[in-house]
């Protein structure tokens, strides 16, 4: 067991270090997030204009919502692992994981976490030059509850996102180009996953159906359980089927990593 899990570890520590090389990157994409929040706030604050609250919460509270969003987003997002691994498959790198004794999704993983680390970790550093902008808009709920219950479903929501990107990415397996398909997801992603707007907004039968898919699961489980937009029974709730969903995705991640290895080989034999 710790073997395994010290190869896994310099997996993440070499990602770490590969991702602190392109940390001045990842820096100007956070600066330029507050771009989106501005433009947020000018959009929301024209909808309070005439209305003290829009669906039960305030123009502050909307505004702490699109802002625990976007960090959330830089903590757990995918951004291009369903491109690298469409890479490594296509130039063949994938080869090296067939023959050695490394689990592909855990060896991926472990970079992904890495990336997530120093993308979080930059993003708070233009939030921070902001935060005296915001901070008289900017509230949160007082129940100790909802900070204890963001840490797991923050692990859970990047499970769901790596695992849908690795889907995807195990695609070039069957499809030499993926880009449509990832398109489609991140267009799906951003309705479906509270980007533009929290989904308790959506009309009721819609939100319901929402609920059931991963999407809702990606980055508006954990944001809205900080913000206050969901209560502590539908939390629990919302947990049970999170963790359901990772374990769909992680079976699926199998299947097709088994299947496109049996076509890989005969392509290459």
Not at 45 to 67: C, E, K, M
Not at 106 to 132: C, D, E, K, N, Q
Not at 195 to 215: E, G, K, S, V
């Amino acid at each position: 067991m710790f073997p395994a899990f010290a190869k896994y570890r310099q997996s993440f520590l070499i990602g770490l270090q590969s991702n602190l090389v392109y940390r001045l990157n990842f820096a100007v994409r956070g600066f330029f997030s507050l771009f989106h929040l501005a433009v947020v706030f000018i959009l929301w604050g024209a909808a309070f204009a005439h209305t003290p609250t829009i669906g039960g919460f305030s123009f502050g509270q909307t505004l702490t919502y699109f802002l625990v969003m976007l960090v959330m987003q830089f903590f757990v997002g995918a951004f291009n692992e369903d491109y690298q691994i469409s890479e490594e498959i296509r130039n063949g790198l994938i080869n090296q994981f067939i023959l050695k004794p490394i689990n592909y999704f855990l060896y991926r993983f472990s970079i992904f976490a890495a990336a997530r680390m120093v993308t979080g970790a930059l993003i708070l550093i233009p939030l921070l030059l902001a935060l005296p902008l915001l901070r008289d808009y900017l509230t949160l709920p007082s129940e100790w509850w909802r900070y204890a219950l963001v840490p797991p479903a923050m692990v859970l929501s990047a499970l769901i996102q790596f695992s849908i990107a690795y889907c995807f990415g195990l695609l070039t397996f069957w499809f030499l180009e993926i880009q449509g398909f990832v398109i489609l997801s991140m267009a799906i992603e951003s309705l479906l996953g509270g980007q533009m707007f929290p989904l308790d907004l959506l009309p009721a039968w819609l939100f319901r159906i929402a609920q059931f898919l991963p999407f809702y699961y990606q980055t508006y489980f954990p944001t809205a359980i900080l913000t206050g937009r969901i209560e502590l029974a539908a939390a629990i709730h919302g947990f049970g089927l999170q963790l359901l969903w990772v374990l769909l995705l992680l079976a699926l991640n199998q299947l097709l990593w088994h299947r496109g290895l049996r076509r890989h080989t005969a392509v290459g034999g």
